[in-house]
């Protein structure tokens, strides 16, 4: 006769055996295990640090023994959200930063969406002469640095009063221009300005393109002008676009680095980015971290806030199984004006700067423009003679280093952005609808959300010290590989994900059939017919991090100094010279290694312009 006792075992041995199939038919499906495998990843590499950034800003820090003695280090403490938000010192380390933040960050974003909506109307909705040569002239000073303008301008327009040697103004009309034109906000703004507004216009020409001209044809046969088309039918349906527009300009310029550092660290105009830099660079990373925060949550408000003013809207439909057509606006002959200012702006914003730079680089003498004052030292010179200090930049080693630096974390980051991406791609879309699918999208979005100088704050303070099987990573050239790849993340990830809802689930259904494992699927089919996405993730990637400073310049060590970090050394030391010949240098690498890779996978229909 059966027990009680045996009948008991016979369940808890049944449930454990059916949990046990469960378990071993989760761990038998790649994608699960890979989606698994990305969350710990992504949990691991996003949200740990944020609450480790979090733990800093309320625990007792060695700086803080001077102001807290008796208090051991570690312990919960109040003392930086008091000494930021409420002390004798918040107005100089929070509120005028802050406020100096919001001015350049509105006021850019606000010209930025002016400008790129203005070029994006006039690429899609215009008869505008060479669209296609307009088309990728507007993009293209997203290729350069974002302080490539900074750099250019204060050799334009700095003064004798603080940047020592005059500028080019000066030295043409024998005026010092005031220190609000040549350093502040006014020149952070328009500098910011005509980097960012590549994204208002890549966005909203994109939702411009599918605005069906019917609709704004029914409104002029009800008697609206053309200017009330516009304002009342066109405007809001791109409203998303330029929602999404603002979000990115805004998050990408409140957090930028090396822009006010360039422009406003010189007149003591802190932003919160340079104020962390600052709190951070003295010690003083509680407050650098809790200001660190404070740009996170500015972030974050910005989206709610976006995603709030969208969600009162029931539809955006421009597109439907009725019929699409777009026309053209006929400009006349103003057209070829709009062509003229559309090549003076690449003038202002892509062939000055870099002719400025080159001026400068051949300079004997910081400030004397004149022919005889011209060198090479500065390339290929040396160290003695015209500077006993510095050699050229091809007989540098300082520099040299830190373009093999630059090269090899760009290729790094390239590659394993590709990879996760990849995966992350394949994951989502095998999944597409269920929770984990949603949740590991948004996981691989969020580093978008933390701007990059606060970012790299976050990772100071996590791998500072040794985590679990993870040794300290500060001062490596890992640490520097890893937050880049993590910080690519969101645009891998989104390539992907566009690649694989590209590719129909029965050709790997049809290989599994036929008994082909999953890697030899992945090798085989998938791979290889993501080709463009994957492409596409590696050069974004790639660019970007040849050209990142904020990201990384609370990061770097002297033996894992990059281009970047250098040239902005070479600001603070003031050697105008040097910094115009590094700078060409690193423009030459992006443009010469974006060359490369369209050349290499020329076969590979890449997916940007």
Known sequence: MTTLAEIETTRQSGRAGRLSRRVGQFLSAPDRLIALIMAIILCLLVIVPLFQLIRETVTVQPYDA???????????????????????????????????????????????????????????????????????????????????????????????????????FAYLFGVQPPDWIAFGSLPIIICLSLHYYVYGFLIISGSLSTVDSQLEEAGAIAGMSRFRQFVSITVPLVVPAVGSAV???????????????????????????????????????????????????????????????????????????????????????????VFALVVLLMCITVVMPLGLLVLQSLSRTAGNYDLSNLTLHYWIGDRGGVNALYAGVFKNPQILNAAWNSLRLAFFTALATAVLGFLIGYVVVRNRGTLSSRALEMAAFLPYIFPAVAFGAIYIGMFSQSLGPIPALYGTFA????????????????TGIAAMLQIDKSLEESARVQGIGWFSRIRKIVAPLAASGLVSGMLLSFIGTMRELSLIILLVTPSTAVLASVIYTYQTDDVPQLIGAATLLLVALVVGCNLLFRLVFRNTKMGFA
Not at 120 to 147: C, G, I, K
Not at 254 to 271: E, K, N, W
Not at 482 to 494: D, E, G, H, Q
């Open 247 to 337: 979000v990115m300009t805004f998050i990408r310029v409140i957090g930028s680095f090396g822009t006010p550092a360039v422009l406003g660290m010189p007149i003591r105009y802190f932003v919160l980015p340079t104020q962390i830099y600052a709190a951070i660079g003295s010690r003083n990373v509680g407050d650098g971290y809790l200001l660190a925060l404070v740009l996170v949550l500015l972030a974050v408000l910005f989206i709610w806030i976006n995603q709030r003013m969208i969600g009162v809207r029931k539809s955006f439909v421009t597109m439907s199984g009725k019929g699409f057509r777009r026309r053209e606006i006929d400009l006349g002959r103003t057209r070829w004006l």
């Open 479 to 494: 640490l520097l590989v890893l937050i880049a790849t993590v910080k690519n993340l969101p645009y891998t990830s989104r």
């Open 66 to 168: 001077v102001y807290l003695p008796g208090r051991a280090v570690g312990e919960l403490t109040s003392f930086h959200y008091e000494r930021v938000f409420t002390g004798r010192m918040s107005w100089a380390l929070f509120y005028k930063p802050f406020m100096n933040s919001l001015v350049t960050a509105f006021g850019a974003t606000a010209i930025c969406l002016a400008l790129g909506a203005l070029l994006a109307w006039v690429v899609v909705r215009t008869n505008v002469p060479y669209r296609e040569f307009v088309n990728t002239a507007v993009v293209l000073p997203y290729m350069l640095p974002s302080w490539v303008m900074a750099l250019a301008w204060v050799t334009f327009f700095k003064n004798d009063r603080v940047a020592g040697a005059s500028g080019v």
